[in-house]
């Protein structure tokens, strides 16, 4: 149980362009989910959490306008990264959590983004 | 916020010999401590996990102990194996609320084990 995945795993653009990453929950219902970037070498950076039907909050230095989040329902949330540029480029993770006590997030698979 | 403080960044050991990692966190509200393990280009693989009311747990190989007063976790792997190489991170959670029962995940910055066969 507890699977969550990501789609797509890479993706190539070219610069100025958008890309959606797509985050799903297959067997629970995610009531929060979590964006992570990850640069080569470094470690997993919050970059913005969501809650279902509510606003995604994000964390300091991240641009919401670039960065827009949907969390329309229990099973997915959209991250979509506009207007690409090659520093945009990074292994983008998302987690989900049932909300229960535990605190434990199931992360999906990641992916890889390369801006041209 | 939380901080999480993780050391060492590099290790090395001699397959059979054991590794240590550790962190510290700052944030006295903290409850929940995962640890994880990273292979190249994939996701984290959550390995042990302890929560706040437990000094210690194990499963086989690998075992954690936590130190609330102090505020450190640390990771025991024995009888290490070269499929043990990786990235490993530790975590801390329960200092900042997500909204709908949720809290935050605030990572170390990771360790590099190589076991050396």
């Known amino acids: 149980g507890a699977v969550v995945s990501q789609h797509p795993s890479w993706v190539i653009c070219k610069s100025g362009t958008s890309v959606k990453i797509e985050c799903r929950s297959l067997?629970?219902?995610?009531?929060?989910m979590f964006w992570y970037r990850q640069f080569p070498k470094q470690s997993l950076m919050l970059m913005a959490t969501s809650n279902e039907g509510s606003k995604a909050t994000y964390e300091q230095g991240v641009e919401k306008d670039k960065f827009l989040i949907n969390h329309a329902s229990l099973t997915l949330s959209t991250l979509t990264v506009t207007s690409a540029h090659p520093e945009d480029s990074s292994f983008y993770i998302c987690s989900a959590s049932a909300g229960s006590s535990y605190n434990e997030q199931f992360f999906g698979p990641g992916t890889r983004l390369t801006v041209l | 916020g939380e901080n999480v403080e993780q050391h060492p960044s590099t290790l090395s050991v001699q397959e059979g010999d054991s590794a240590v990692i550790k962190c510290t966190y700052s944030d006295s509200a903290s409850n929940y401590f995962p640890w994880y393990k990273q292979e190249l280009g994939k996701r984290p693989q959550l390995i042990i996990d302890?929560?706040?009311?437990?000094g210690e747990k194990k499963d086989q190989r690998i075992a954690v102990t936590l130190n609330k007063t102090a505020k450190h976790f640390s990771l025991h792997i024995t009888e290490t194996q070269p499929e043990d190489s990786a990235v490993y991170f530790c975590?801390?959670?329960?200092?900042?609320?997500?909204?709908?029962?949720?809290?935050?995940?605030?990572f170390g910055k990771g360790t590099k084990l190589s076991v050396i066969p």
């Open positions: 067997d629970f219902q995610a009531t929060t």
């Open positions: 302890i929560r706040s009311n437990v």
């Open positions: 975590a801390a959670s329960g200092g900042g609320y997500s909204g709908a029962g949720s809290y935050q995940l605030t």
